[in-house]
């Protein structure tokens, strides 16, 4: 069993950064990824970002390339994720998820989520 606890979400002005963190607990493999997902009003929840936990290898949505990074630190258990650049359509919920075979892309493919973390990104 795999625990998530997601913090730092906030309100933000354009062109601002936020840092999202992810407390990870419970038995971790080497094949587990884990991932940043959003849901906006009115949206279908979308992969933000995802990293595997055994050799770090990263995806990252083609939205927030360049501006977004996910990363992870595994002596503290917990997962980041930096946002820099943040835009107003990057408001939403932002939640932690688990994934034991890997990185995938569909939200139906996490085995475990976090209780969300809001972003209000202001104009």
């Known amino acids: 069993q795999v625990q998530l606890v997601e913090s730092g979400g906030g309100l933000v002005q354009a062109g601002g950064s936020l840092r999202l963190s992810c407390a990870v607990s419970?038995?971790?493999?080497?094949?587990?990824?884990m991932a940043w997902f959003r849901q906006g009003p009115g949206k279908e929840r979308e992969i933000v970002a995802a990293i595997s936990w055994g050799s770090a290898y990263t995806y990252s949505a083609d939205s927030v390339r360049g501006r977004f990074t996910i990363s992870r630190d595994n002596a503290k258990n917990t997962v980041y994720l930096q946002m820099n650049s943040l835009k107003p359509e990057d408001t939403a919920v932002y939640y932690c998820?688990?994934?034991?075979?890997?990185?995938?892309?569909?939200?139906?493919?996490?085995?475990?989520w976090g209780q969300g973390t809001q972003v209000t990104v202001s104009s």
């Open positions: 998820s688990a994934a034991h075979l890997g990185i995938q892309i569909s939200p139906g493919a996490y085995d475990y």
């Open positions: 419970g038995r971790l493999s080497s094949t587990i990824a």
